[in-house]
């Protein structure tokens, strides 16, 4: 059986990509998901409010387990990291 790389990330450092080649990049990898894998828009717009609202919340990464939320929110399997859960 023939290996296929389905890997998008480049080893990049963030200092070293332009902002919005950076949102490019995510939104790519977010539409890319599997749709078993993937949250459906709504639950994901309901998990981001949360984050947003939350005190952990560091230019859209999380204080408490260095996620990109937008990453988190995205994956139905994930959760807040939080001792007491957001989502």
Known sequence: MEYV???IC???LL???APEEYLKSMK???DRLDDEVK???SLYQKRIGLCLECDYL???ICKICG???E???AIKLRGCPAIHPKW
């Open 5 to 7: 790389n389905k890997r």
């Open 10 to 12: 480049k080893k990049c």
């Open 39 to 41: 949250t459906g828009e």
């Open 58 to 60: 560091a230019e859209g």
């Open 28 to 30: 790519s990898y977010l």
């Open 71 to 73: 990453y988190r929110a």
């Open 15 to 17: 200092q070293d990509i």
């Open 67 to 69: 996620c990109f939320v």
